[in-house]
Every structure is written in structure tokens, then in C-alpha cells.
């Protein structure tokens, strides 16, 4: 092969974003990879610092989680699996304080929902993913989303109110950098908020640093009494039982969100992922993930729309980007130093910017619905979504205490017992089955 054709497939590769990694070297590679994970970390860090679970057991298996992905989808798809917010409802049923005794059985319940991901990809790769999407539709998923954001809104104004001005600027960068930011300022508003109030913070002497100056450098990022296997260990079958009815729903709504994130991606890249991988592999590797995460105290991985937007900046494509930023989230998970300065950040900073952030959850319900163009002059229609919306959001989220949950006396093994059924276990349930008795009449 000549220089001048060697030349031009280097060329080539460049524009398509396919072999990049081959084409840039080392160098650029890594500050891509570097760039990735700053794109994910900010919104990856807040679910631990929301729930009580562990940041370096977070970004351990955000990252083992990406890999684990990227396997499963023959290397092909750059997505980055970073923590859901979707599920947050589902651990402050079960852990509303973030008590360490409660996590591991929240845990159970997201492990739970990822089988349901595992389930879902083969009957897609039997039947075909539209016989099986058409029991979860827009008019159902839609409505969903936007109970998860509302009712998640009263955590958050409670965080604000321990100090509204750190919260306020935290607020006013996210806000700023979104809508007048260029290049990566856009892309991490989360992070950029975070810094920018966390430094008012430490300016206004409501950070301690005793925690960190008295972490090691070095440990291990996974702890046997965070896990799910401490809860059946623990052998509360009752809560166990909770747990999964809780949780397992809400997977409905995260589903429906990866295939609005993998057809990002492939219309990003250019390439139908969809069809190739295919859908029950992207589904697969999430699940999985998913499973892995909850079973050792970590929070639920979804793909990231945040990661999305740095290929479209970058026009770099190549998975292999994607990868390394995994493998620098799996190297700072064994720094307890690291977690130290995250566990620092003040309440009224996490409000701040869990303000946005669940308030953006409540309008991609809105969007779904919106861009389905759900037909609401059908009265099926209204009274679905009506169901789903009350019940999710009237029947209260602290089910552990069993404010306004509803509650269901068994018996297990002889030993009597009580299930709790939060609202959006019931308002999903409640959506489905209606979604698939109503007649759809014009």
C-alpha cells in the first residue's frame, strides 16, 4: 500500500470516527478519556450523596459496569453507564435517611429490576421489540416520569432550605452554563455547579474537613455490610418482598429512557445500534450492569445522555474514549480521600442541584408525551395518565414507615408479615393493565 493511501484511510478514519484511537495517539486519547469522565461525574457522584450508598462503590462499578457493556455490545456502542436517577424514589421508600441498615434491601430491589431488563431483551429477541414495547407506551411510561420527578421535589427544596444562598448558585451556574455555555462548559453544568457552590460553601464555613483529612489515600471500595447479600443475610423477608414491589417498576421508565438513549447515540455516531448490536444486547448489558451494581452497593447504571453530547462535540466515536473513561473511574474508586471530599459537600449544595436535576426528570415525562403526540381528546387516554399521576404521587414514598403506602398482610414461612406498595409501584402497575384492557377508540 502507498504512503498516499495510507495517507488517505488515515484521513478517513478521522472524519468517521472509527478508528480515532488509532489515528490521534496516546496523548489525545487519554484527555478524551479524561474529558468523559468529567462529563459523567457530576450527575454520577449526587445519587450516592442523595441515597447514603458509597461513592467510591459508585464509581467502581460505573465503570466495571461501562466495560461489562461495552463486552456484551461486541464493543461497538460508546456509551457510558453512570448512575440512575430514576431509581431514587425506590431507595427513599426503603432507606428514607439513607439508614446503612436499610440500603442493602433498596439494593435487592434494583437487582430485581435489572432481571427485568435480562427479561425484556429476550423476549425482544424472540418476538421483536414492537410486539413487546406496545404494553409499554408513552401514555404509560410518560406519565410515569413525571411522578418520578415530582415526587422526588420535596427532598430537594428540604436540602435547599439548610442554606438557600449555596443552593442559589448552585442553581444559577447549572442554569448559565446550559443555556449560554460553549463546548464542555455546556456539557458539565452539573459539575461546574457543583465546584462553583461547594466553594461558596467553603467560603461561608459550612464545610468540615475533618473526614477527609483523616481518609486514607488507599482502600478497598466495596464494603460486605453495603451490599445486597448483608440483607439476605439479614433475613427480613417481609422488606425484602417490599423492596422488590417497589422498585421493580420503576424499571419500566428506565427502559423506555435507554432506547431513547441508545437511538441518541446511534443517531449521533451515525450507525443504527439499534439493529446492530441489537436492542436485547444494549438491554442486556445494561440489565447486567444494573445487577452487578445493586448486588455490591452500588446505584443502578443507566446510559448517559451527558457522555452523548461529548461525542457530538468531540466527533470522536470510537468506543475505545468511552473505555478509558471507565478506567479512570475504576482507579479513583480506591481512593477513600477522593470519597472524603464528596461526603464534605454540604446538603445545600446536593439541593441545589438535585432541584434541577429532578425537575428535568418530571419534563423528559413531558417530552415523551409531547413527541408520541398521545392523543389526550381520548377519554382512555386521560384516565390512564390521571391513575398513573395520582397514585404515584398521592400514595407517599416512605413506604418503610407506612405513610399513606398501602399495606398487605402475609404470610411467609409461617411468619407473619406485611407488604408495602409504594405509589409508583401502584401507579405503574395500575397504567399497564389499564393500557391493555381499555379499548383504543377514536
Not at 504512503?3 to 478514519?13: C, D, H, L, P, Q
Not at 442493602?104 to 430485581?112: I, K, L, N, T
Request: hydrophobic content about 55%; aromatic content about 8%.
Amino acid at each position: 500500500m502507498s504512503k498516499k493511501s495510507v495517507s488517505t484511510e488515515k484521513k478517513s478514519a478521522v472524519n468517521d470516527g472509527i478508528y480515532d484511537a488509532m489515528t490521534l495517539g496516546a496523548p489525545k486519547v487519554a484527555v478524551l478519556g479524561l474529558q468523559h469522565m468529567f462529563a459523567m461525574f457530576g450527575a454520577t457522584i449526587l445519587v450516592p450523596m442523595l441515597t447514603g450508598l458509597d461513592v467510591s462503590t459508585t464509581l467502581l462499578f460505573a465503570g466495571l459496569g461501562t466495560l461489562l457493556f461495552h463486552l456484551l455490545t461486541k464493543w461497538k456502542v460508546p456509551a457510558f453507564l453512570g448512575s440512575s436517577f430514576a431509581f431514587l424514589p425506590g431507595y427513599f421508600a426503603i432507606a428514607p435517611k439513607g439508614e446503612a441498615e436499610l440500603l442493602p434491601y433498596a439494593c435487592v430491589g434494583v437487582a430485581c429490576a435489572g432481571i427485568l431488563y435480562l427479561i425484556l431483551s429476550a423476549l425482544i429477541k424472540a418476538f421483536g421489540s414492537g410486539k413487546v414495547m406496545k404494553f409499554f407506551p408513552p401514555i404509560v411510561t410518560g406519565p410515569l416520569i413525571i411522578a418520578i420527578g415530582l415526587t422526588l421535589s420535596q427532598t430537594a427544596l428540604d436540602s435547599c432550605a439548610d442554606n438557600w444562598i449555596i443552593s442559589f448558585v448552585a442553581i444559577l451556574l447549572i442554569l448559565v452554563c446550559n443555556i449560554w455555555g460553549k463546548g464542555m462548559v455546556k456539557i458539565v453544568p452539573i459539575i461546574i455547579g457543583v465546584i462553583g457552590s461547594y466553594l461558596v460553601a467553603v467560603a461561608l464555613g459550612e464545610v468540615d474537613f475533618t473526614g477527609v483529612m483523616d481518609a486514607a489515600w488507599i482502600g478497598l471500595p466495596v464494603h460486605f455490610e453495603k451490599t445486597a447479600f448483608w440483607a439476605f443475610k439479614d433475613g427480613n423477608t417481609g422488606l425484602l418482598i417490599t423492596s422488590i414491589i417497589t422498585i421493580v417498576p420503576i424499571a419500566l421508565a428506565t427502559i423506555v429512557e435507554h432506547m431513547g438513549d441508545i437511538s441518541a447515540i446511534s443517531s449521533t455516531v451515525g450507525k443504527n445500534f439499534v439493529e446492530d448490536p441489537g436492542l436485547h444486547r444494549t438491554l442486556l448489558g445494561d440489565g447486567l450492569a444494573t445487577i452487578m451494581a445493586a448486588l455490591f452497593g452500588a446505584p443502578a447504571n443507566t446510559t448517559y445522555g451527558e457522555n452523548t453530547g461529548v461525542l457530538s462535540l468531540t466527533k470522536v466515536y470510537d468506543p475505545l474514549v468511552i473505555r478509558l473513561a471507565a478506567g479512570f473511574a475504576i482507579l479513583f474508586s480506591f481512593c477513600p480521600k477522593f470519597a472524603a471530599v464528596i461526603g464534605s459537600m454540604p446538603n445545600a449544595t446536593v439541593g441545589g442541584v438535585s432541584l434541577v436535576l429532578y425537575g428535568m426528570i418530571s419534563a423528559v415525562g413531558v417530552r415523551n408525551i409531547v413527541e408520541a403526540k398521545c392523543d389526550f381528546t381520548k377519554s382512555r387516554n386521560v384516565i390512564i395518565a390521571a391513575l398513573i399521576l395520582v397514585l404515584s404521587i398521592g400514595i407517599k414514598f416512605n413506604a418503610f414507615y407506612g405513610d399513606g403506602a398501602i399495606k398487605i398482610p402475609v404470610t411467609i414461612a409461617g411468619e407473619p408479615t406485611t407488604i408495602l406498595i409504594t405509589g409508583l409501584a401502584a401507579g405503574a402497575l395500575v397504567g399497564i393493565i389499564l393500557n391493555a384492557i381499555l379499548p383504543d377508540r377514536e
